[in-house]
């Protein structure tokens, strides 16, 4: 699936589950909109996405945690190219960064 179809595929799904109880999905975020979660995915490309999805089907309690602290991205010029994403953890001197 190529990135603009991903992007619309996930507009269109958000729209029909808006609001249905789903544990990786927090509705009333407020920053997280549909349009920025469809640029991020656009982003990311199918490839990463089927990974991220896969790991979380394979052991949800190991990788359901949130979100990271900052999502950083970029769609590029050209829709059938990934743009640039970068996911943030930000931990004081006495925390450790998971696998997760």
Excluded at 1 to 29: C, G, I, Q, S
Excluded at 70 to 90: Q, S
Aim: hydrophobic fraction near 40%.
């Amino acid at each position: 699936m190529d990135n603009v179809k991903l992007k619309t595929f996930f507009e269109d799904a958000y729209d029909r589950h808006k609001n249905v109880h789903n544990p990786l999905v927090n509705w009333d975020n407020q920053k997280l909109t549909k349009v920025r979660m469809a640029s991020i995915l656009k982003c990311m490309g199918a490839k990463v996405i089927t990974m991220f999805l896969s790991r979380i089907a394979k052991d949800f309690k190991q990788w359901s945690f949130g979100m990271p602290d900052l999502i950083l991205w970029r769609e590029a010029k050209n829709p059938a190219v990934n743009g640039l994403v970068k996911f943030v953890e930000v931990k004081s001197e006495t925390d450790n960064l998971s696998e997760q």
